[in-house]
């Protein structure tokens, strides 16, 4: 579940969190990230763990992808899509649900996914650092894929 944690105090004006402020109604319906139910067979009904967003850097950009591990797989979603992901006849429990993400299998079970900061990945063609690469280790293994483009 991904839940929008900030929110415009209608008084002040000022962005505020719930971590420090009482938020009340004026937080954003939360978005549930589930697999296909043809997908929850192939991963064996193994959960999802360890969902991580990419870095947000310096530069203030915002997060662009989600990953998580289910079993011999990793599943990533396009954060901007999830966060317009609306309810449909297929949500769970009414809340908006995004079942839009790409799967990638391994050989082992998935024991971690994650982004790589772009300070430490390597450079593109044209200089710049490759944006959202990510390893994804198995028990024996350890595979880096290089960064998408967001409307991927």
Known sequence: MVVK????????????????????????????????????????????????????????????????????????????????????STSFGGLPTSFDYHMTKKEEEVVDANFVHEKFTPHAPRGGAVRDALVVATPHMVFSLAGADEDE
């Open 5 to 88: 944690t900030t929110f415009t105090d209608g008084d002040s004006g000022r962005e505020l969190n719930g971590f420090t402020d009482r938020a009340g109604g004026r937080l954003a319906t939360p978005r549930l990230l589930r697999l296909k139910p043809e997908d929850v067979v192939l991963a064996g009904g193994k959960p999802l763990r360890h969902a991580k967003f990419t870095w947000i850097t310096e530069e203030g950009r915002q997060e662009r992808w989600i990953v998580a591990s289910c079993g011999h797989y990793s599943v990533v979603w396009n954060f901007k899509r999830v966060k317009r992901a609306v309810a449909t």
